[in-house]
């Protein structure tokens, strides 16, 4: 268990729909950081954000949008959604700054996004 | 262009034996990070093993070492003693410093490692 949540664990929607992913990170950490594992692309960094702030945008389409929580949780919403966006969306966080010793990213468990 | 090359799409080892699983990576900074993750069937991402590019020694933890050869920018993990557990997915990832501190990790295509009895 990495300490990072993350709900719902699946989804099934349909085209032109909105969802909200959810994501609780460790307690402690700051950073928080959205992925998206696609059978195509990989794994693809979308955003991150630190303290509430954004940290740095990656490959994030227009149709989504994050933010963070004073609670320090976070939520990527996904808008009008295509086929294309049926992927694993992990959620992760990270110890960030001089103290951090690797800086690695505890992953969540992924939120299964199904288009239909 | 990419940053992070895992160029073996699946990898297939006999239990108890040794496998290498390659990665090469592009960067121009002189301090960056290169982690190992691995993605078994159940989705999760776990973290492996980790080398900063300052580290005089190769990482080591338990069954997995880090065999970091600097000037060729590769970074591979073996695996000690493959166990039918390892089969998963393993990915290669590098953070290295960015404008406005970033501390994301950039990814590999990973490779498909299976373990035979």
């Known amino acids: 268990d990495s300490g990072v949540t993350q709900t719902p664990k699946h989804l099934i929607t349909a085209t032109g729909q909105r969802v909200t992913l959810r994501c609780s990170p460790r307690s402690g950490d700051l950073s928080v950081y959205w992925y998206q594992q696609s059978l195509d692309q990989g794994l693809q960094f979308l955003i991150q954000?630190?303290?509430?702030?954004?940290?740095a945008k990656g490959n994030i389409l227009e149709r989504f949008s994050a933010q963070q929580f004073p609670d320090l949780h976070s939520e990527l919403n996904l808008s009008s959604l295509e086929l294309g966006d049926s992927a694993l969306y992990f959620c992760?966080?990270?110890?960030?700054?001089?103290?951090?010793?690797?800086?690695?990213?505890?992953f969540g468990e992924g939120s299964r996004l199904t288009v239909l | 262009a990419q940053k992070i090359t895992q160029t073996q799409p699946g990898m297939f080892v006999q239990e108890k034996e040794a496998v290498t699983l390659d990665c090469t990576y592009d960067t121009s900074d002189p301090s960056y990070g290169l982690f190992w993750y691995k993605q078994p069937s159940s989705g999760e991402m776990i973290f492996l093993i980790y080398?900063?590019?300052?580290?005089?020694q190769n990482a080591t933890e338990g069954r997995y070492s880090l065999n970091f050869q600097k000037a060729r920018k590769s970074a591979n993990l073996v695996i000690s003693a493959s166990q039918l557990g390892d089969s998963a997915m393993y990915f290669c990832?590098?953070?290295?410093?960015?404008?406005?501190?970033?501390?994301?990790?950039?990814f590999g295509k990973g490779t498909k490692l299976t373990v035979n009895p």
């Open positions: 080398q900063g590019s300052y580290d005089q």
């Open positions: 954000y630190y303290n509430g702030e954004e940290r």
């Open positions: 992760a966080s990270s110890v960030v700054g001089a103290t951090a010793e690797t800086g690695e990213l505890f």
């Open positions: 990832a590098m953070r290295e410093p960015s404008q406005g501190g970033s501390e994301k990790l950039v």
